[in-house]
């Protein structure tokens, strides 16, 4: 029966731990959309580790700091460009290592004939917790969603 208790709480408590992991997983995805708005290219690549994986519907696959940098660097000479998202759920792995986020995300942009418009997409963002206690995102696939009108 001690056995039996003792399993059960140790069980209860991995629970309760990963819960406050996806709390903090979903914090992390807010605070970094926060960023984001700033445009401050070298405080929002901190979020993405060093050999992070960005598949996007019009830009392909963009891999690692450098190629994500120069997608930053073009996207903030866009008159009018603005992101913005909203982690919906996140999961994290009963070892602790790996989460997922799954988010609503917009991208604010000038059509071919200048008329501003919103795009929605649903974005699922794969997150690795790092040796320091931080999480990092290390796949990030985001995919249009056109039922999509708000975060």
């Avoid at 598949?55 to 997608?71: N, S, V």
Wanted: charged fraction near 20%.
């Amino acid at each position: 029966m001690l056995s039996l208790a003792i399993l059960g709480g140790a069980c209860t408590a991995q629970g309760i731990s990963q819960k406050k992991e996806e709390e903090k997983l979903m914090e992390v995805s807010r605070e970094w959309a926060r960023v984001a708005q700033t445009g401050n290219a070298e405080k929002i690549m901190s979020y993405w580790s060093k050999d992070a994986i960005l598949m996007t519907p019009d830009q392909g696959t963009l891999t690692g700091h450098e190629q994500i940098g120069k997608m930053l660097g073009s996207a903030a000479q866009i008159p009018g460009f603005a992101v913005n998202w909203e982690p919906k759920s996140a999961r994290i792995s009963k070892s602790g290592e790996l989460g997922y986020v799954i988010a609503h995300k917009y991208f604010k942009l000038p059509d071919a004939s200048g008329k501003m418009g919103t795009y929605y997409f649903i974005e699922v963002g794969i997150w690795e917790k790092q040796a320091d206690g931080t999480w990092k995102n290390t796949v990030d696939i985001y995919n249009p969603a056109p039922g999509l009108t708000s975060l």
